[in-house]
């Protein structure tokens, strides 16, 4: 998506400043460089300064670097991203993500060898992986407010969270390929019938099994009870190919799977 | 880095699109939408279709994807990317990125204890973690032409790679915090004297350990090899606190450190 009337605004100043740029040429000194020092072996790069763009570059480093698994843990977003997160979410920057990390782990379900005992297991996460609880953040600053567990537990027990439809793609196709599909979330237990029929109705059938958290993984750490899960999984001889999570804490840990796919998500962070 | 001249071209048509598409109003349909299905909770987003736009926003897909692991192994970048890679590379984009990697490996390097024993380790990568190739690259497409050993071994011969220059700041920080650096490397034994040289003159110094792939590591995937060395290290009762790596198998495999940390490099994959 293309962010309307705030993009429009901005590139008309930008070209207003980028026309200046040109005859004021590159007044802009090397000092503020911060990449690998090159002595001139490249032309000098014209630098145009704009604090919103200035921002945007920011907050994309930010946002990248939490995808790369990069940035401590984080209770909020950035205050200055607070727009530049609405934009990416709501725009076509997610959408496209979704599209790449779908259809990456399409490329790789479809290029690995399944055995004939049916035990080649795909783990999906469920929020913002297969459901998008992006009604509730747009109406909670985009991850600018500290996450509160009651307002979001009276969202999800409304069960209406739409579908992610690359994953709901990724999903059956995996389905149709032979993997055993795992839900492992870290919903509680209690959550358990209203989450059945939220996945029912966005479109989601004929998981293995669901995985909640029971009362004993209650304030475990998602990384330590995930693994938990998998390592159990294993155990009941399970070969966990492929892994689906938009939280680092869904894919690292011990019994990890063969390929792990990160789907973006720039508003929360789980441990 | 404003892209200059191809910027202001794309920025110029760009605006003109979007003024026709104000009064054109928002005749696009909903059908190429690949997010969550809102039924009109949002408003419906502007879409302008734009060759050059679309590239780009799926070039910035692809980077993303491959900062975050998801993707599977590849031989040379997308060629529609080709102008994004140089554009990415050359310009503020990289500069930024591996601004903020820097920053959250000094912010976590500053907060963890580390023992008295001077035991306390962190590991660098040499190749686009410390030292840039961007000057071979830049003469390479950038990523687009297929990696020619003898040709880079002739670059990195001539031992005259500039620092990163964020790296070469967190270099300094984490020594003077006192960790231990070890410097693990995919370049060749017979390449010591000269990688020596061009690390000392890009300004880095002080280094425990400086490890390269000897005859017995030829041929090995870069991950079993720095694993087995990290195990190593271990085994000399190093505490692996902190890695720096351009690659994913500079940091995966077994004997993980504690924290690792992912530059960027959009112009080649290492398995």
Known sequence: MVPSAFLFHFLFFFSLLISFSFSDSDSDSDSNSVGPTFHRVFPRPLIVEYPEFEAGLRCGAWRVAGEANNLGAWRTIPEECTEYVKEYMTGKGYAVDLEMVSKEAEEFARSVPLGSDGKDAWIFDIDETLLSNLPYYAAHGYGLEVFDHEKFNNWVEKGVAPAIEPSLKLYEDVLNLGFKVILLTGRSERHRSVTVDNLINAGFKEWDQLILRNSDDQGKRAVLYK?????????????????????????????????????????????
Chains 1, 2 share one sequence.
């Open 227 to 271: 693994s938990e899960k998998r390592s159990e999984m294993e155990k009941d001889g399970y070969r966990i190919l492929g892994n689906s999570g938009d939280q680092w804490s869904d894919l690292l840990g011990s019994s990890v799977s063969v390929r792990s796919f990160k789907l973006p998500n720039p508003m929360y962070y789980i441990p």
